[in-house]
């Protein structure tokens, strides 16, 4: 027998569901119930894998926080909800979010940046050990300029 919820209702669960995720983002969250053992609960679990459903691009457009996303993927394996539990597993993915977050505009401008050709070849071929390099474009074409007049 399945209950038909009301629209009232789906907008409610749709708002706890869409919150409850994006607190998972919180790496001192997870912690907290890794520590109270909900992370060990089969029906938490079993919740934690039917939020899946929010990796998809008709839900992703509302979560405000994407990091939400990588930790409910690591939360379906036993290994990451075992470490969690240990506060300074917690703590050093806290302080590497927040590195993230502090450089993060730096990295992506510079990333965005068109690089001059020779430093990019250049850093390629010392990035990828044995690998060669590509080879060099030919230089650009002498302009063609009227013939001088000599007085």
Same mark, same amino acid.
């Given at each position: 027998?399945?209950?038909?919820?009301?629209?009232?209702?789906?907008?409610?669960?749709?708002?706890?569901?869409?919150?409850?995720?994006?607190?998972?983002?919180?790496?001192?969250?997870?912690?907290?119930?890794?520590?109270?053992?909900?992370?060990?609960?089969?029906?938490?679990?079993?919740?934690?894998?039917?939020?899946?459903?929010?990796?998809?691009?008709?839900?992703?457009?509302?979560?405000?926080?994407?990091?939400?996303?990588?930790?409910?993927?690591?939360?379906?394996?036993?290994?990451?909800?075992?470490?969690?539990?240990?506060?300074?597993?917690?703590?050093?993915?806290?302080?590497?979010?927040?590195?993230?977050?502090?450089?993060?505009?730096?990295?992506?401008?510079?990333?965005?940046? &068109?690089?001059?050709?020779?430093?990019?070849?250049?850093?390629?071929?010392?990035?990828? &050990?044995?690998?060669?390099?590509?080879?060099?474009?030919?230089? &650009?074409?002498?302009?063609?300029?009227? &013939?001088?007049?000599?007085?």
């Amino acid at each position: 027998m399945s209950i038909k919820e009301s629209e009232e209702q789906q907008r409610l669960r749709f708002q706890i569901e869409l919150e409850f995720i994006q607190c998972l983002a919180n790496p001192n969250y997870l912690n907290f119930l890794a520590q109270r053992n909900y992370l060990k609960d089969k029906a938490f679990i079993s919740y934690l894998k039917y939020l899946q459903y929010w990796k998809k691009p008709e839900y992703t457009k509302y979560i405000k926080y994407p990091m939400c996303l990588h930790f409910l993927e690591l939360l379906q394996y036993e290994h990451f909800r075992r470490e969690i539990a240990s506060t300074h597993c917690a703590k050093f993915i806290d302080d590497q979010q927040i590195l993230h977050w502090q450089h993060y505009t730096r990295k992506r401008t510079r990333f965005l940046q &068109p690089q001059p050709e020779a430093t990019t070849a250049a850093a390629t071929a010392a990035a990828v &050990p044995g690998v060669p390099p590509a080879p060099a474009l030919p230089p &650009p074409a002498p302009s063609v300029q009227p &013939p001088q007049k000599t007085t």
